[in-house]
């Protein structure tokens, strides 16, 4: 959708914002309604896109951990894909938040990979086993492994995350409960697993299963605009990406850095939740987390960031 005068122009006219008065007529409610969507297209176009200033390339940087680990945030963009080069979202916050990343004892994310290795020694449920009991020491049985998901799961017929293959592991391997999607044990056992491969580049395996039909289907919802404002994850990421919305500066939507710790909720984001954020404002439905529609995105835009580092836990505005 290209931001246009039109838009412009009829959100200035409209005053419509906010609550619809009592003892307003049905036939008047409509056309408020019908104004209070533009509203929040113009918010979007004229706030935002349209006022994006000058200069809004990523910034050409080096992201190094801890001045030890070199990290991949640009590379040579997969086969097929739009841009010639992918870039991680690092690339696109600002100094304050590219160096709370660059130094792990600033990274407040760091807190939940120690209670996610807390998680991953305590004993639960009737085997009495924790993760470390048949995985052992994590640094060597999970390397690489968070890199490689999602990955095709013969028994479920699907793609699976390193959520989902926690949960198999507690109910078959443990006999515990699964955890509730983002319960923060949830968050920080992923958060922990993930950051076993920092520094790993994102490569998933389409060849496995019916991996391909569901990079498929996560293609077709990636282009796909709907809800309200007709946009589609690409309108922003792909044809808007350099661009600003509000203060946002627009990135390529890579999950290389997820979980991630997100300064503006002071918490850990998992990457369905941030779907579901990103759908949430174009359409007032949005899919549940693991459901097949979200697991095709996740599929789809792993693949779209193959070769980036991965970088959990990622610190982002
Ligand atoms: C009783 C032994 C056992 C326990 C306890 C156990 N697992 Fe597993 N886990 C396995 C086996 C066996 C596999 C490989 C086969 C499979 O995928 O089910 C596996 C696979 C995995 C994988 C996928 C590895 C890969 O290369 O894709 C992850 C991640 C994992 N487990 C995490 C955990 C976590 C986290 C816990 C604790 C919450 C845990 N496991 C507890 C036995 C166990
Ligand atoms: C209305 C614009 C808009 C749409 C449509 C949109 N997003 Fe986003 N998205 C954002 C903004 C703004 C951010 C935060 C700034 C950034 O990282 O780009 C963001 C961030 C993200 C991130 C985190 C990137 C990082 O480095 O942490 C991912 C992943 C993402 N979006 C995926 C998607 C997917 C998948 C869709 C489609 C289902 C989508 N987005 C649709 C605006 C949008």
Redesign the pocket.
């Known amino acids: 959708m290209a931001p246009s005068t039109r838009t412009r122009r009829r959100s200035r006219s409209s005053k419509a914002r906010g609550h619809i008065a009592p003892g307003t007529t049905q036939e008047e409610t409509k056309v408020l309604k019908t104004k209070l969507i533009w509203a929040a297209v113009a918010a979007i176009t004229a706030a935002g896109w349209l006022a994006a200033p000058a200069g809004a390339e990523p910034v050409n940087d080096d992201l190094v951990i801890d001045g030890e680990i070199h990290m991949t945030t640009r590379t040579k963009a997969a086969e097929g894909m739009p841009f010639d080069e992918v870039l991680s979202g690092w690339l696109f916050r600002t100094d304050e938040t590219r160096m709370l990343e660059a130094d792990s004892f600033q990274n407040p994310g760091m807190l939940y990979v120690e209670r996610g290795e807390e998680l991953?020694n305590k004993v639960e449920g009737e085997?009495g086993?924790?993760?470390a009991?048949?995985?052992g020491d994590a640094s060597k049985s999970?390397k690489g492994?968070g890199a490689?998901y999602p990955?095709w799961d013969a028994e479920a017929g699907r793609p699976i995350n390193?959520e989902l293959?926690?949960n198999?592991?507690?109910e078959k391997?443990?006999k515990a409960e699964p955890y509730k999607f983002d319960a923060a044990e949830q968050k920080a056992?992923t958060t922990f697993?993930k950051h076993q491969s920092l520094g790993d580049p994102l490569g998933i395996d389409l060849a496995a299963g019916d991996m391909q039909g569901w990079w498929e289907k996560g293609k077709d919802l990636y282009y796909k605009r709907t809800g309200q404002l007709n946009l589609a994850c690409a309108s922003c990421h792909e044809q808007y990406n350099g661009k600003y919305i509000r203060a946002d500066h627009l990135s390529q939507g890579n999950v290389n850095g997820f979980p991630t710790y997100r300064l503006k909720q002071a918490n850990m984001v998992s990457l369905h939740n941030r779907f579901r954020g990103c759908i949430r404002d174009t359409r007032a439905e949005f899919p549940a987390a693991f459901s097949d529609e979200l697991m095709a995105l996740e599929v789809y835009v792993t693949w779209r960031g193959t070769g980036l580092s991965v970088e959990t836990p990622a610190v982002r505005q």
């Open positions: 991953w085997a086993k924790s993760c009991s048949c995985h999970m492994v490689s990955k390193v293959q926690i198999n592991c507690r391997n443990m056992l697993i």
